[in-house]
């Protein structure tokens, strides 16, 4: 976790320095909330990055546009009581943070893990909206949770605490207002709890969480969505210097959804995955994960566990105990794990490593140091703001299914997927260069993102 605070002025790259109306809500914002080092994180990044678009467009500043962006139009607080199988009575507080609705229903998902906070939560709620944005689809952002751990609990005793978090999370979601999803500690599993609860009590069978069941509603291809994604946009990324992932040395962090469906596409489009990582280290596999391996990072995931020294027991192959991969050779990195896990000293060893590209697939995982190093080397660098829009792009493509009831082919929602995330890329380079920022994927991702927000704002009014 960062803890530093963002500095207003600084420059971002390149001596550009942030906009005076961009610095002001910045002291503002750092003085109301100085506890919440990720959001301001957050919010420094997207200020620093717009101040172009503020130089030509008084009219934001005149409408207070970013006073009013970087407050969530609501956040919900609330108590989630329930029984473990002792019958001891335990109390955890759960969050929905429903960030904006601007473009359409908040969108996000809903993390079940012991470093949900609220400031976590309104960085990604806030990030989740300007990501949402770059879809094109129409979308809020918002984002969930309470600090509750499923690893270690049984199946009964997760089916009580998503039962009680949903009996007080469903007064304030429904297919049009609020479509949670999942995310860190909320799979399948936990999403049919939660939906079975809504069903009972609102007494209507309605698309009102995405993740669902294949049987029941939910889209094939939405668990490896978010990693099919980050593989197209980092494939995209590469084809700008005549280049692809086929024949490429990738390196990979986390191993679950996100990681295994890198892994997977990135495999499928001809790269070598030698690395993976959790909590406890890295595995470093030379020969690629691939075939049997993939499959097996899914029986890592359904242990419930958070080591992936089993994988390095199960194939015989290095582990690498309270380290991170970054220190292995590659082509490319794709970071899927968690917030600031790429620092600045593996940057440094990236750089020396000649690795060309790094896409985010988690939210914000790469501190602002080590992106600012990696931007001055000329490496190819994209957030997770553009890079992993595909998990809710996908989440988007499951609620177009529910609106007609039907359930499309892998292949479609594929193809779908792919015209998504080449149109985000696409769209990164374009807003980047309309605005002096050539290459700039940060600088794109977020102006384009907050140019789509902003306008609907004007259109919409005061509100």
């Keep these: 976790m960062a803890t530093d605070k963002p500095t207003p002025g600084k420059p971002n790259d390149a001596g550009n320095r942030m906009h005076p109306y961009a610095t002001r809500v910045l002291e503002q914002v ?32 005149k409408l207070c546009i970013l006073e009013r962006l970087v407050e969530p139009e609501r956040t919900v607080s609330f108590r989630v009581p329930w029984t473990d199988d002792r019958n001891a009575v335990h109390v955890t507080r759960g969050y929905r943070v429903q960030f904006s609705s601007v473009l359409g229903p908040y969108k996000g998902g809903i993390r079940f893990h012991p470093s949900v906070t609220e400031s976590s939560l309104k960085f990604l709620g806030f990030e989740q909206t300007f990501k949402n944005a770059l879809t094109g689809q129409q979308l809020g952002g918002g984002k969930g949770g309470a600090s509750f751990q499923t690893r270690g609990r049984s199946d009964q005793e997760i089916m009580r605490f998503c039962q009680a978090f949903m009996t007080e999370l469903s007064r304030h979601i429904d297919a049009n207002t609020d479509i949670p999803a999942g995310d860190i500690g909320v799979g399948s599993r936990e999403i049919g709890f939660m939906f079975g609860q809504y069903k009972r009590l ?220 080449r149109s985000i890329h696409d769209k990164c380079l374009e807003a980047a260069s309309l605005h002096g920022r050539e290459g700039d994927y940060v600088a794109g991702a977020n102006i384009a993102g907050f140019l789509r927000v902003a306008e609907a704002m004007i259109d919409q009014g005061i509100c």
């Design 202 to 421: 609102a007494n209507r069978f309605e698309g009102v969480l995405t993740g669902k069941g294949v049987e029941w509603g939910g889209s094939l291809m939405r668990p490896e969505a978010t990693g099919y994604g980050v593989a197209y946009f980092a494939d995209r990324m590469l084809g700008t210097r005549n280049e692809s992932l086929a024949g490429k040395t990738v390196a990979v962090s986390g191993f679950g959804n996100v990681a295994w469906g890198a892994v997977e596409k990135v495999t499928a489009l001809g790269a070598k995955v030698v690395t993976l990582s959790g909590p406890d280290g890295f595995v470093h596999d030379p020969a690629g994960v691939s075939g049997e391996k993939i499959e097996y990072m899914l029986t890592l995931r359904a242990g419930g566990g958070d080591a992936v020294k089993g994988y390095a027991d199960h194939f015989g192959v290095e582990f690498h105990p309270g380290r991170r991969p970054w220190v292995v050779p590659c082509d490319v990195a794709l970071p899927c794990a968690i917030q600031n896990e790429l620092g600045e000293e593996d940057a440094r060893q990236l750089i020396a490593n000649k690795c060309q590209c790094v896409a985010e697939g988690a939210n914000m995982p790469t501190t602002p140091e080590a992106v600012e190093l990696l931007q001055q080397a000329r490496v190819l660098f994209a957030p997770g703001k553009a890079a992993n829009a595909g998990g809710v792009a996908c989440s988007g493509l499951e609620m177009a299914q529910n609106s007609s009831r039907q359930r499309w082919p892998a292949t479609q929602v594929d193809e779908a997927l792919g015209g998504i995330m």
């Design 30 to 61: 750092s003085a109301k909330y100085p506890w919440e080092t990720e959001f301001l994180q957050a919010v420094h990044e997207v200020l620093a990055c717009i101040s172009p678009v503020l130089l030509v467009n008084p009219r934001y500043e």
